[in-house]
């Protein structure tokens, strides 16, 4: 008796998560759709690279770019930066470690690689982020770019 008794209770109880699925899931697919606003085409690029820098590297060079001095490089100013396109792919790619002067303050730190962490496309748009936000005004870089640089 108590056995069937339980089983009863555990078919109830599913049938109550079932039902709050159920219900979640209407609400959620009828608030989705509607109201979804354009992203715009041209604008992608760097509204992804915005995301992926908040998401990955912003704990350390700070939101504002401006970094941790003697800690975390300011990227915000930064002539590596704005540089070479492939260098600085190859230092998103690869990491970097060693000692680095960057505005009269010394680094010697160690940046893990986020090649295998950030896809090409996501590393394409970061670096376009970082090579154009704070006041830097560098080119965008492609994914293809990011593809064609090895290590
Ligand atoms: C865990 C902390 C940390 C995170 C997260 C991080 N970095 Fe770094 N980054 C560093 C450190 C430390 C250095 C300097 C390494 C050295 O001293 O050689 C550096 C160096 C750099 C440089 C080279 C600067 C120069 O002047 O040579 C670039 C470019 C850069 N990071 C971009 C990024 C991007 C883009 C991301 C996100 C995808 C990111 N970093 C995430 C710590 C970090």
New binding site residues.
């Given amino acids: 008796m108590e056995r069937s008794r339980i089983a009863r209770l555990a078919a109830v109880a599913l049938i109550g998560v079932l039902a709050a699925c159920a219900k979640s899931n209407s609400t959620a697919s009828e608030s989705a759709s509607p109201s979804s606003p354009a992203i715009a085409q041209n604008g992608a690029a760097a509204n992804d690279g915005a995301k992926?820098?908040t998401q990955?590297?912003s704990?350390?060079?700070q939101p504002n770019g401006k970094g941790v001095a003697g800690t975390?490089?300011p990227?915000a100013g930064?002539p590596?930066?704005t540089g070479d396109s492939t260098a600085?792919i190859h230092?998103?790619r690869y990491g970097?470690?060693?000692?680095?002067s960057?505005a009269g303050t010394s680094?010697?730190?160690?940046?893990?690689a986020?090649g295998q962490s950030?896809s090409n496309a996501d590393i394409a748009s970061?670096?376009t982020y970082?090579r154009s936000a704070w006041g830097n005004k560098a080119g965008a870089v492609t994914e293809s770019q990011v593809a064609g640089v090895s290590q």
């Avoid at 680094?107 to 893990?112: L, T």
């Fill in positions: 992926v820098y990955n590297c704990s350390c060079h975390f490089p990227l930064n590596t930066v600085v230092i998103v970097l470690s060693g000692s680095i960057v680094y010697n730190g160690m940046m893990p986020w950030l970061v670096v970082i």
